[in-house]
């Protein structure tokens, strides 16, 4: 999607906030020692920069990430990667949920996490808040939702995206009608006849710019536009989430619209998604272009050196900094930060997420004493569908895949989320192990 600006637009009176969501259970254990948004992603990146670049290339600068979970890497992250300068004013900062003699309660829900904070916002000047979700792939330009928010004089604007019918029974479901209100919102629609009630009708694709065919459900996408004084009022009360409690509730007496979103969007709040959507990157044509320098996803700069390949054949990879990779066969795979490959090894569809430092031969050799191989992947190893967590030691002749085994384990060294094998952060594999 083309980033067209709004002159129309005035991105000052606009608070952004990003839902950094619970305890990432569905993202286990990749959240075991982390919050989701800390998660790395496509080797470089962290599932929080996507919605802080959307916001930066929208021309919105006053970000708030809301968390409660492990949230220490994410708080390293945030505070080394986005520094504005004094006169303008931005700021990214993560509200981390806290216990207070008033109330002793965590988040309980996305409204939650808003009423929580709500004081706090309101002490900045804003007319408009932007809402959005944490564990979420996609590239939007916000000016364009809150221009259609303000031309529609709408009190909430809930970003959509048409989705088929296996896609609409696991999502919020909106009904429109013809001036692009809400007019019904239906949670994960199951029942066949009423997923026919909720679908959108042929004649509107055009109206609506719609390119796809077949029959369409406009879903929600987790993204929200309030206007302070109705969201303040809304808050008035204990429900603790927007989709499931708020949002329906509000379309009964409230100007809500639909902004239909025309693009790629993934949620990746799942393994399986969190899998799928990296392994798309290394495609010539990825469905989500990191590519795109008219509006670039940011990150932490670090100084790293160019990786190093001795011999290894690479095939449809994406090679983060910083990497040593000897002869070895790598095929449609993520290499993260720092990552080494020993000499005979082959990576099939393997997420590496790469390491925090490089380790010193003092450190080889104590850990080779106590039986322990070295950090990165070592010599003639044979992974496939796995996902390797940061630090983690896997010795020489190991093999590692799902083939044959439950979609769920829980071992010592390992985890099996929907048939991929996750080897945990600092996870240890002897040498020779078979998995």
């Known amino acids: 999607m083309s980033y067209t600006s709004r002159q129309t ?8 906030v990003i839902m950094g969501g ?15 948004p ?34 220490a890497s994410l708080h390293k992250h945030i505070s080394q990667s986005y520094k504005f300068d004094h006169f303008t004013g931005g700021f990214v900062e993560i509200l981390a949920a806290e216990q207070t003699y008033a109330d002793t309660s965590w988040y309980q829900g996305t409204a939650d996490a808003v009423r929580k904070n709500l004081i706090h916002f309101m ?11 944490g564990d979420q792939l996609y590239r939007m330009d916000f000016r364009n939702i809150i221009h259609q928010h303000a031309e529609t004089n709408a009190d909430i604007t809930v970003a959509t995206i048409p989705v088929g019918r296996i896609e609409a029974g696991s999502l919020g479901i909106m009904q429109i009608d013809a001036e692009r209100r809400i007019t019904r919102f239906v ?4 029942e066949p006849a009423l997923l026919d009630s909720l679908k959108l009708l042929p004649e509107w694709y ?15 996408m987790g993204i929200y536009v309030f206007n302070r004084d109705i969201l303040r009022r809304l808050l008035e009360n204990t429900l603790t989430d927007f989709g499931k409690h708020i949002l329906p509730q509000a379309i009964q007496s409230l100007r809500v619209f639909s902004f239909v979103f025309q693009g790629y969007w993934e949620d990746i709040g799942t393994i399986r998604a969190f899998f799928e959507a990296n392994l798309d990157v290394t495609n010539e044509l990825p469905r989500f272009n990191f590519f795109d320098m008219a509006a670039p996803i940011f990150s932490r700069p670090r100084f790293l050196p160019g990786s190093k390949i001795n011999g290894a054949q690479i095939d449809h990879a994406v090679i983060s900094d910083g990497c040593i990779l000897n002869r070895a066969v790598i095929t449609h795979s993520i290499i993260g930060l720092r990552s080494i490959v020993s000499a005979g090894t082959v990576l099939n569809r393997v997420i590496l997420l790469g390491n925090d430092y490089y380790e010193s031969n003092e450190s080889i050799v104590e850990h080779e004493k106590a039986g322990r191989p070295p950090i990165g992947i070592g010599a003639n190893c044979r992974i496939e569908n796995t996902i390797v967590d940061k630090n ?8 590692i895949s799902p083939t044959g085994k439950p979609d769920k384990v829980d071992h010592p060294n390992y985890y099996i989320r929907d048939g991929i094998v996750i080897i945990p952060k600092n996870g240890v594999i002897p040498h020779g192990t078979v998995i």
């Open 9 to 16: 637009v005035n991105t000052s009176n606009v608070l952004s």
């Open 22 to 36: 619970g305890q990432g259970t569905r993202l286990f254990p990749l959240t075991k020692e982390r919050a989701k």
């Open 38 to 71: 800390a998660v790395p992603l496509a080797g470089k990146y962290r599932i929080v920069d996507i919605p802080i670049s959307n916001c930066i290339n929208s021309g919105l600068r006053r970000i708030y990430v809301l968390t409660q979970f492990n949230s």
């Open 123 to 133: 002490n900045h000047e804003w007319d408009y808040m932007l809402i959005l979700s």
């Open 187 to 190: 949670e994960k629609p199951k």
């Open 206 to 220: 055009g109206p609506l710019e719609i390119n796809g065919q077949g029959e369409l459900f406009l879903a929600s």
């Open 392 to 399: 983690a030691r896997i010795g020489n002749n190991v093999v």
